[in-house]
């Protein structure tokens, strides 16, 4: 994100502050950036208090979107993501928005926290995640996300606002997410802003929302066959963890303050269901394994952790532990340990597609690219749809030296998933890397525009353009792009 005039050390501070209040800056993102604070919006027109198309919340979201990529460390692992799309997408579809596009996305934070902003975008720790002591808990937070968006909380908040100043408006909706935060000095000074009568009555109506959400959100996982009686299981868990060590209340309450009547309705309204277990999904049980095996760290005191766990029996489930050994091991360079134990779980699921994946790397990763390469290609043959299993195959053709082969799979899978960043990148490797420069420059400019640099990828484009040769229709498409870019930049400035 960019900020005018800011030094080095304030523009880390800001984006620390992104990290930790990004639903409010989510929120000021509506408003002109003299008044907000916030640089490079797109222009909606002067009446912000006016309620939203759901046209314009997604083009806010997706400046939003393109600044989170920018700023914060996304998690690029196609596993996992795919693995929390799958999951959300279950759960958009039981909702109220079951039309609208959502967008779910991991960040690499140990903090439990989660979080919706305009347009369909949530976003989840990998913190949140390992905290969740089921699928259902995880579930259960998606679902009340969701539900903030498909009852349309904010723009609901901005129509029953009576006034037309637009810096009353984002006082109000600071003042908001700063109390509900539990950050009492910047409520004091947003409120500062404006009269305390409308941001009580704010603050009143971002509590009912919260209601509202947990209202919406236990029917939401009723009907996409969850347990319910996850919701109130899992904020009772924060919020005894928030009791036990003050110091470190997970952020999960700072931004969505649960209190122990909240807890109580919610359990109530959840009660009200007949009881049914419902067991959690190996594949849940596999991702929790892979982001600990992942996370940062030294990676021989992480296999350590599950070599202990292993032989212990402190686990919930031996193939996912096993798994995760097996990543972690891969990490510390013990390939034919790690081999090994990925040796015995294809042993039971010899088609499991992340088994054979993980095969590959492991053999990749040890400098077999023969045996690496026939492993994907196999496995490709019979599930050509895995988006995972595209990308770690075009990466394991990108560094064998087959650049072609990889081209050919990446724009197919862009074609699927034109929003990848990661896709992109890969994509105009492989281009380029195939003589093929007019679309590597091109897929170039596309990801750096998803990841919040339009003057990037207005250069790429010229670039591309002059390998477009006498192609009246690459000529017409770049110049369109480029223009439609610049048109962003320029309302960008006028709102300067």
């Not at 006016?50 to 690029?76: C, F, T």
């Not at 810096?167 to 000095?185: D, F, R, V």
Request: net charge positive.
């Amino acid at each position: 994100m960019k900020f005018l005039r800011t030094e080095p050390t304030i523009r880390l501070i800001m984006i620390a502050a992104l990290r930790r209040f990004l639903p409010l800056l989510c929120l000021l993102l509506v408003f002109p950036a003299g008044q907000a604070g916030i640089q490079n919006l797109p222009n909606l027109g002067d009446e912000a208090a006016g309620v939203m198309s759901p046209y314009e919340e997604r083009r806010i979201g997706e400046h939003i979107m393109r600044q989170v990529r920018r700023n914060l460390p996304l998690l690029d692992d196609p596993e996992i993501n795919d693995y929390i799309q799958a999951l959300g997408r279950k759960l958009v579809a039981k909702s109220d928005a079951a039309s609208f596009d959502f967008q779910f996305f991991i960040i690499e934070d140990p903090t439990i926290n989660a979080f919706a902003f305009l347009g369909g975008y949530i976003g989840v720790h990998t913190g949140l995640i390992l905290a969740a002591q089921s699928e259902s808990e995880v579930a259960a937070v998606l679902a009340h996300e969701t539900a903030h968006i498909s009852q349309r909380h904010v723009m609901r908040m901005i129509a029953q606002s009576k006034r037309s100043s637009k810096q009353m408006l984002a006082a109000l909706l600071a003042a908001i997410l700063l109390a509900g935060a539990g950050e009492g000095q910047g409520a004091q000074a947003a409120i500062a802003l404006g009269q305390a009568g409308v941001i009580q009555k704010g603050i009143n109506f971002t509590r009912s929302n919260e209601q509202e959400a947990d209202r919406v959100g236990i029917q939401i996982l009723v009907d996409a066959g969850f347990d319910p009686r996850a919701m109130p299981s899992f904020f009772e868990s924060l919020q005894s963890t928030g009791r036990i060590n003050d110091t470190a209340m997970p952020e999960f309450l700072r931004t969505h303050p649960v209190t122990s009547r909240r807890i109580a309705e919610s359990r109530t309204r959840a009660e009200t269901y007949d009881y049914r277990q419902v067991p959690d999904s190996p594949q849940f049980h596999r991702i929790r394994a892979k982001v600990r095996a992942t996370a940062s760290g030294n990676a021989r005191d992480i296999a350590k952790t599950f070599q202990h766990n292993l032989a212990e029996g402190k686990y919930r489930n031996l193939d996912a532990e096993r798994y995760g050994y097996a990543i972690a091991l891969m990490r510390t360079k013990d390939y034919d340990a790690a081999r090994k134990q990925i040796s015995m779980l294809r042993r039971v699921q010899p088609n499991l597609v992340s088994y054979r994946i993980l095969q590959a790397e492991i053999d990749m990763a040890a400098g077999r690219y023969t045996e690496a390469l026939e492993l994907y290609a196999a496995a490709n043959k019979q599930f050509s749809s895995n988006h995972a299993l595209v990308r770690y195959y075009a990466a394991a053709l990108l560094k064998s030296g087959h650049p072609k082969n990889a081209w050919a799979l990446l724009k197919e899978a862009v074609k699927k998933q034109p929003d990848d960043p990661s896709l992109q990148k890969m994509l105009a490797t492989a281009a380029g890397e195939s003589g093929e420069l007019f679309e590597a420059h091109q897929a170039l400019a596309n990801y750096y525009y998803l990841n919040g640099d339009p003057g990037a990828a207005i250069q790429q484009l010229q670039i591309a353009r002059k390998f477009a040769g006498d192609s009246f229709y690459l000529q017409s498409s770049v110049n369109a792009r480029i223009k439609k870019i610049q048109q962003e930049l320029a309302a960008d400035d006028d709102r300067r």
